[in-house]
């Protein structure tokens, strides 16, 4: 991985994961692989917005704060391209409003960029 150029690590990369728009991989496990192999490894799967553009997140209540700045990394690191979004808050899991409400105003301020959106909250976590 040392000599080869940027965009065929990134290829090859793109190749181990699920085809976009594919969110079937929990946040950040298979990119942060990529990150463990070596700097240079770990610098072209920070830098290329196509390796972030799909994501699914299982939240944990218990570890949402530390899971919305997750996600903020995530969205700015997929810049300017289309998204593909999974979220869901399993049934057993308590609600906290407001860490939700910061959760859903994330997924909203990117809106636009939106190709899939999958969200399985509770109601109460969509009112503003």
């Known amino acids: 991985i040392l000599h080869l150029p940027f965009e065929i690590t990134m290829i090859i990369f793109e190749h181990c994961l699920p085809q976009y728009p594919c969110t079937s991989r929990p946040l950040a496990v298979d990119l942060a692989l990529f990150g463990w192999i070596c700097g240079q490894s770990r610098a072209v799967a920070f830098a290329a917005p196509r390796l972030w553009r799909a ?12 899971q919305a700045k997750a996600l903020q990394e995530w969205l700015r690191r997929s810049g300017p391209l289309p998204i593909s979004i999974d979220i869901v808050l399993p049934a057993d899991q ?8 910061n959760i859903v105003s994330l997924i909203l301020a990117h809106s636009c960029r939106w190709e899939y959106i999958g969200l399985m909250l509770p109601f109460e976590s969509l009112r503003f």
């Open 94 to 101: 308590p609600c906290c409003l407001q860490e939700m409400n």
């Open 55 to 66: 994501f699914t997140m299982n939240l944990n209540t218990m570890m949402i704060s530390h």
